[in-house]
């Protein structure tokens, strides 16, 4: 039976880079936020649910799901959130322990930018944490995704507070200095996770 280790971290906290490490590390890495994009991808039954739900528009003319138009949607309407949650959450879950179980590596990582909002944490042994300060967090997501900092913004109030995410970490990742900082963060932890 493989380990299963949580990996999480509010938006912009650079969970990306540390999975990327593991991945390069040949460790199976389960990235929720891919699995949440497959099931409401074009054809996927998830994606006309969605559509018969919020209507045409919240489709793009390829086919796709108007991600922008969604988030608003559900950031302003927290009945829509809900309600999207309770189509998608099960659904992601079932494909996520497939992969889970489905590791060949010493251990798998589940990244999931909502592990310890959600029940996904239930799936997990330990927890990893990227922690950087809520003003690094802000800078890097807006500059990443070309969001505006207001709906950042709301998008970390919407996540588990930084400090009560800490509480809940066994392995806590400092990414507020350089890449090779955090990098050689991840290869200590990888030498130590080793060990289980």
Not at 112 to 121: A, I, K, N, V
Not at 171 to 178: A, C, F, L, Q, T
């Amino acid at each position: 039976m493989t380990h299963i280790i949580g990996l999480t971290g509010g938006i912009g906290s650079g969970k990306s880079l540390v999975a990327a490490r593991f991945a390069e590390l040949r460790i199976v890495v389960v990235d929720s936020d891919a699995l949440a994009r497959q099931v409401v991808a074009k054809g996927e039954p998830a994606l006309e649910a969605i559509r018969e739900h919020f209507g045409d528009d919240i489709v793009l003319p390829t086919g796709e799901l108007d991600r922008r138009k969604l988030r608003e949607i559900i950031f302003k309407n927290s009945a829509e959130k809900t309600w999207l949650e309770n189509l998608l959450h099960p659904i992601i879950r079932v494909r996520t322990v497939a992969q889970l179980n489905a590791a060949a590596s010493p251990y798998a990582i589940l990244e999931s930018p909502l592990l310890l909002e959600t029940d996904q944490h239930l799936l997990v042994e330990k927890i990893i944490v990227v922690d950087v300060d809520e003003a690094t967090q802000i800078a890097r997501a807006s500059a990443r995704d070309g969001s505006d900092v207001e709906q950042i913004k709301r998008i970390v109030a919407t996540q588990m507070p930084r400090a009560e995410k800490l509480k809940k970490a066994d392995y806590v990742i400092d990414n507020s200095g350089s890449v090779e900082n955090t990098l050689r963060q991840v290869d200590q932890l990888h030498r130590d996770l080793l060990k289980l």
